[in-house]
């Protein structure tokens, strides 16, 4: 991980310290959505129901052996927005998400360091490409949606918003009454970093493996920790209230 050296340590403390709003990514950062539910079966699936509506060739070869679900969505989108196609296929992907909640694994120190930044006075938001339906499954499984209700902004069907596109943070940031230069976004993707650097929020990249760190490294993120473990130990230490 880069929060390691005392500069990096320090820089992490100083994103803490600003913090009175923080955003959150949610497949990543806060849970691994499919951990239990293949991503790469998921992709599989919605491929092959497009396929079997006749529609082989709306997709091209790479997108067809795509591990991501999101990738075929938007791939969907590109050729026919706003159609009912969409809409089912939105839909179709979120049923899949619903039915991964019950095995997503947790990330790591995510559950104390919510409850923590809760409990010291900062409000919570989530920003994500998800559902907020299964969004709110997830949490109020955990017993953590009180922690972010009512501000979880996800994905509609309109999906020219979904990220690197903005507009969650901005809604998140707008409900709140909050300025971007007093939050915080914690995301694991380019995407979110892409999204963070133009709503002009601070951004803390998490990476759970190198892979992830390198893409992180590369659309621009300086602040990236391998485990939450080092986030909810700073936050521990910090010498006053969020919300003094």
Known sequence: MTAETENDTERLRELIKRA???????????????????????AAELVEWLEGR????????????????????????????????VAELEERLTQEELRAVPSAMPTPFADPLIRTWTAVGARLAIATNNSPRVVRSYLDDRHLLDCFRPHIYGRSQDLQYL????RSLHRALNAMG???????????APTDCQAAHTAGVPFLGYARNGRKEKQLQDAGATVIVDSLQPVLETLRRAPRRVSD
Do not use: M, Q, Y
């Not at 959505?33 to 790469?40: Q, T």
């Not at 990220?163 to 903005?166: E, L, R, T």
């Not at 300025?179 to 995301?187: E, K, R, T, V």
């Open 178 to 188: 909050a300025a971007p230069s007093n939050a915080l976004f914690i995301g694991d």
């Open 20 to 42: 009175r709003v923080v955003l959150w990514d949610f497949d990543g950062p806060i849970c691994r959505l499919f951990a239990g539910h293949s991503a790469e079966r998921v």
């Open 54 to 85: 006749g529609l082989h060739g709306l997709l091209s070869e790479a997108e067809r052996d795509t591990e991501d679900p999101h990738a075929v969505l938007r791939a969907v989108d590109r050729r026919h927005p706003d159609s009912d196609l």
């Open 163 to 166: 990220k690197p596109n903005p």
